[in-house]
Structure formats: C-alpha cells, structure tokens
C-alpha cells in the first residue's frame, strides 16, 4: 500500500507453522499418544507393543518380548524396571549438529538414551545425586551437570552445535546448559534407552529429533506445539 510523502508501508502477514514433520531433517518424532498401539505382532499369542514413528522415515519403536517392553499409560511409555527398552527399526545416526526435543521423567539413575553402553553414548539423567541431571558423553571423557527438579514431567531441548557447543532447556525458557563444550563423537542407535540399563520406572512422552540446529523460530514453534499437546507449560 502506498501512502504520500513517498512512502511504502507493507503489510505483514504472519506465517503458520505447519507442523514438525514439516521441517526439514527431521530423524525421528515418536508423538505423545499417537501411533502406540498393543498387538501381538509377531502371533505368538502374546501382546507386544508399538510406537510408530511419525516422521517419514517409519522409524518405528516396538519390542516383541513381554517381560521387557514396558507398556503404554496414558499416552507415555512407562517402563516397569531398568530391563525395560524400545527397538527403532533402523539406525539413526546423529554427526555433527542436531537438536533433540524430549518429553520424559526421570527416576533412575543413567539413564543412556542414545548411544550404546559400549561405544559413544549421550547420557542423559540422574547421575548419582538424585536432584542432579548429567548429560555424559562418550565414556566419561565429557560430564556435565545441571541442576533439575526430580520425578517431574518436563520438555528438555538438547542441542548440539557445529563448534561442539551443547546447550540444554527446560519447558522452553530454563536453562540448564549453554555454550559447554562437548565431544564431536557420532551418535548411533537402534534402541531406546540405549545403554546396558534402560530406564528405572520411567516416563517417555514424546521424542523428537533432528539432525541439524533449529533456527529460533522453529525452535519456538516445536516446543510450543509440544508443550500444548503435553499439557505443559513453558517455565
């Protein structure tokens, strides 16, 4: 629109976010109370479980064995003890950057979500003070702590950037970590948790995860979007 004095005003006209399987490499999104169902998959007479991925990638979440695949409740993933796990149905691997968005309670103690218990891993948990969360990488060469409040459900943003700078937030505005050096070892997992010890009566809500840094406003998109859908509130 054109006024006098020869000037131009334009309109602005805001954008939608159109959703998270909409940005682009996106890894992997196992959605909170979506795509969980319990069958017997394998007809072995007994009910196993499955988490679809939500991405295009079907990267699906699923364990055949009753006396270690946890259950659904409430739309998480509850594990019973720390035997309980997910299998993914193929690799992911993370390189360089990426941006992790996760949803969960933490009970237990090292708790690995990505990695393998003898290789590069990303811990991410209790460590051995309860009220302390450690985001650990690859055997104990890089160890952080945080200070987070225990058996709460809560969104945590964990980001890796190109320098190996790995910052850390909670419900969207706390944060725990930033600008902390880290290695630049790849992640590669097929397994959920993916240590040795999986996840001591646990909640896993939702999991997103993408290989590359968010800009800021996709970045306050996906959180805001998980954040409702979590009936969560920023802190």
């Not at 959703?19 to 795509?35: A, C, E, Q, R, V």
């Amino acid at each position: 629109m054109k006024l006098g004095l020869g000037l131009n005003i334009k309109t602005l006209v805001g954008t939608t976010f159109a959703g998270i399987d909409s940005l682009s490499s996106l890894s992997l999104w196992l959605k909170f109370n979506t795509g969980q169902r319990t069958a017997d998959l394998n007809r072995d007479g007994e009910d196993d479980i499955e988490w679809s991925d939500q991405s295009s990638n079907d990267n699906d979440a699923t364990n055949t064995n009753e006396e270690t695949q946890g259950s659904f409740n409430a739309g998480s993933w509850q594990s019973a003890d720390n035997q309980d796990f997910l299998n993914l149905s193929s690799n992911i691997t993370l390189t360089d950057d990426f941006t992790i968005f996760i949803v969960t309670v933490f009970e237990g103690t090292n708790d690995t979500f990505i990695g393998s218990s003898t290789g590069d891993f990303m811990r991410f948990g209790h460590g051995n003070v309860a009220t302390t969360y450690k985001s650990k990488f690859s055997g104990g060469l890089t160890q952080v702590s945080m200070t987070a409040p225990t058996n709460v459900k809560a969104l945590y943003k964990i980001e890796r950037n190109a320098s190996d700078k790995l910052e850390i937030t909670q419900n969207s505005t706390s944060t725990l970590l930033t600008n902390t050096s880290c290695h630049a070892n790849d992640f590669v997992f097929n397994k959920l948790p993916a240590g040795s010890f999986g996840l001591s009566n646990d909640a896993l809500s939702e999991l997103v995860i993408f290989d590359r840094i968010l800009t800021s406003s996709e970045v306050a998109s996906v959180e805001a979007d998980i954040l409702t859908r979590n009936s969560l509130t920023a802190d």
